[in-house]
């Protein structure tokens, strides 16, 4: 069997499904080679000891892929897609991600069909799909088809991903700023 070619991020044109989500609400999408997301084990320390969902659902820690099993995700693709979604502080803000979110999961349905099978994405902050996780009932996922994980509870320091990628995030000071926050799509 011959050596499998390694595939350059520039084979594959990813600018229409970037324009796609900025068109859907991202104010940025970029093409990022997986390498440059970091992961870290003390990300999902601050899940553990920080996030009251901790262990409340299907899509928090330690029911998500562990720091070392995502990186050998990672490492298993070529290309992917950063999306940067600045959210202001509003009264419908969860519904503003909501909408995102399932744009971002539809997206990834679209690369799958478009010959993309691998693609996956990860995406910001807790799953709001439901009020209540099905978890906490040790019932299956009600959305199974919708529900991700998101990057940081999957052991991603979205922090230094966005700087390395050319993004601009900094911690908020005030619930009252806009939140900076990122998602990412495997897509080979």
């Known amino acids: 069997m011959?050596?499998?070619?390694?595939?350059?991020?520039?084979?594959k044109d990813l600018e229409k499904?970037?324009?796609?989500?900025?068109?859907?609400?991202?104010t940025h999408a970029k093409q990022i080679h997986p390498h440059s997301?970091?992961?870290a084990p003390w990300v999902r320390l601050k899940c553990q000891f920080g996030c009251p969902g901790y262990g409340n659902g299907y899509c928090c820690p330690p029911h998500t892929p562990t720091p070392k099993q995502t990186r050998e995700i990672l490492d298993a693709y070529q290309r992917a897609i950063l999306f940067h979604i600045e959210?202001?502080?509003?009264?419908q803000k969860e519904k503003h991600y909501r909408k995102f979110?399932?744009?971002l999961v539809d997206l990834e349905g679209e690369l799958f069909k478009d010959g993309f099978y691998k693609a996956f994405v990860f995406l910001a902050g807790p799953c709001r799909?439901?009020?209540?996780?099905?978890?906490?009932?040790?019932?299956p996922c009600n959305f199974l088809y919708q529900a991700r994980p998101c990057?940081?509870?999957c052991g991603m320091d979205v922090y230094q991903t966005a700087r390395n990628n050319g993004f601009f995030i900094k911690t908020l000071r005030e619930k009252t700023e806009t939140n900076n926050e990122y998602c990412l799509m495997l897509v080979d």
Do not use: N, Q, W
Not at 17 to 26: E, L
């Open 129 to 139: 799909l439901c009020k209540k996780c099905a978890k906490l009932e040790e019932k």
């Open 87 to 91: 959210v202001p502080h509003m009264p």
């Open 17 to 26: 499904y970037c324009k796609f989500a900025i068109g859907g609400g991202a």
């Open 2 to 11: 011959p050596p499998r070619k390694k595939i350059s991020i520039k084979d």
């Open 101 to 103: 979110f399932d744009m």
């Open 151 to 153: 990057m940081e509870a």
């Open 37 to 39: 997301v970091v992961t």
